[in-house]
């Protein structure tokens, strides 16, 4: 019987309902439909939003609606409810209604973790989980392994459980709100990396201390025999939390990585040479030089650092370095998009924090001209300051925060002689035009949003897209 089947089995018979319908549900919904099972599609919006094309193929397969306002009254009926991963418990007073009635919520993650047959990396972090979940993927496929990529990153795993065998790899990517409501993992992951914890998504959860403990759960339930890896360079122990440090909860085989000293168990950069080494047990094994890696930027470097800690054994050196070497990046991070009369665009979208900021701003080395702004999600802003000042010559502000953001910088110390040129306008597309006509050849454009995309886009992906877009249109 397969892993699909065995979740089928025991579903039988049962009432399913999805709310929410957006990058997860809906091919799960479908996975359901096609089993036989009796599914229902819940979502505030409609239709359209959801995509037509989804929702009749959906439709085709029996999958019933409940669409618009009144889109929860169907579930006092249901036997089992996914939640979207976005719509998190504190915030939906539904969730709560469904559990005092003995209804079971789950979500697609928490179900493919439960069944998944193969052996199963997951990373976390607050910064740098995309890159660094994408790496492992493709260092993994180098070493010619089947492995299923999904979770965070953009695709459901749940319906893969008709395909993965034992004998495959799955690599997973989880966010807090996937995390906050995966307990009971016994023995799961084999391989957790937490890349960093810093303070964000406050907007999202009830607390630092929240948002931290769902991190928790990536590592907790792991046994003796298995890897964690976490930052050497990182305090884990961020908030008033009663863990106090996600050190003390490592329960697997502790791997570290650091690009700033040498560690005993991991991979490291030694700034001196520029080499990455592995080290473990007394030994030291050079890796490759930085200069290898292709995709620019210092944190790109540690992104590196923190794939071969997780991948080593199950990698060889040679993979390592062929995907250091021809893997150019991941789209919406420092992503090249054109050079248009000599100026270079770049889309870094998914800088949504402070720290995303400072990354994308040290990649270059250079002063740059930076597009900046969108929804407030609550973070200090003052912290990327320094580093705006250093490395960015135009800094072109709109949507919601531009005038935070503009308050913060003219305010900080140092403003008035760093010589920094203020420009605000109310769209990212208008901003993008000031860019091209303040850009001179040699410069260096990019989209490094400090904030989520929600004021104007659906995601940071269709805020990137939209760049993108923009960009390839420019003409002589």
């Keep these: 019987m397969t892993p699909a089947e065995k979740y089928i089995e025991k579903i039988k018979g049962k009432k399913v309902a999805f709310v929410g319908m957006g990058v997860a549900n809906v091919p799960c919904a479908e996975f359901l439909a096609k089993h036989g099972i009796e599914v229902y599609a819940c979502d505030r919006k409609d239709e359209e939003y959801i995509g037509l094309e989804n929702c009749e193929k959906l439709k085709a397969l029996g999958v019933k609606f409940s669409l618009g306002e009144g889109y929860l009254d169907i579930l006092p009926e249901m036997d ?21 009635r003995s209804q079971t919520v789950t979500t697609e993650m928490e179900v493919f973790f439960e069944y998944c047959p193969c052996k199963l990396y997951a990373v976390t972090g607050s910064n740098g989980k995309t890159t660094t979940t994408t790496l492992i993927s493709k260092m993994l496929e180098k070493e010619g392994k089947r492995v299923f990529l999904g979770g965070n990153i953009g695709k459901a795993l749940m319906p893969e459980l008709d395909n993965i065998t034992e004998n495959d790899i799955a690599v997973v990517e989880l966010s807090s709100f996937q995390l ?59 908030g008033n939390s009663v863990y106090h440090d996600m050190r003390f909860d490592v329960r697997g085989r502790l791997y570290q990585f650091s690009i700033n000293h040498s560690v005993d168990n991991g991979a490291y950069l030694d700034r001196e040479s520029g080499n990455i080494y592995y080290a473990e047990n007394d030994e030291k094994t ?27 054994g199950d990698v060889s050196v040679d993979s390592i370095v062929s995907v250091a070497k021809t893997f150019g ?52 802003m003052s912290l990327m300051v320094p580093y705006i000042l250093k490395y960015v010559k135009v800094l072109i502000l709109n949507g919601a925060t531009a005038d935070k953001i503009y308050d913060t910088v003219v305010n900080y110390e140092g403003y008035a002689e760093s010589g920094l040129e203020i420009i605000k306008v109310e769209t990212m597309q208008e901003a993008l035009l000031k860019a091209k006509e303040t850009a001179k050849s040699g410069d260096i454009v990019s989209l490094c949003p400090a904030c989520p995309a929600f004021d104007q886009f659906k995601t940071f992906e269709y805020r990137g897209r939209e760049f993108k877009r923009l960009v390839n249109e420019f003409e002589d």
């Design 286 to 312: 050079l890796v490759m030089n930085k200069d290898d890696i292709v995709i620019p930027g210092e944190h790109n470097i540690e992104n590196y650092c923190t794939a071969i800690s997780a991948v080593w």
């Design 180 to 238: 906050l409501t995966m307990g009971n993992l016994k023995d799961k992951p084999d391989v957790a990396v937490v890349t960093n914890i810093e303070s964000t998504h406050l907007d999202h959860h009830i607390s630092l201390d929240e948002y931290v403990d769902s991190k928790r759960n990536i590592l907790i339930y792991q046994n003796s025999s298995q890897r964690t890896v976490l930052n050497a360079d990182c305090d884990y122990s961020i």
């Design 329 to 380: 990046g991941v789209e919406h991070r420092i992503e090249f998009v054109r050079e248009f009369k000599g100026v270079k665009y770049y889309n870094d979208s998914i800088a949504t924090s402070p720290s995303r900021v400072i990354s994308g701003l040290k990649a270059f080395g250079t002063k740059i001209i930076v597009i900046m702004g969108g929804s407030d999600k609550g973070n200090d």
């Design 80 to 100: 089992i409810v996914f939640r979207s991963h976005g719509i998190l418990p504190f915030q939906n007073s539904w969730i709560g209604e469904c559990i005092s």
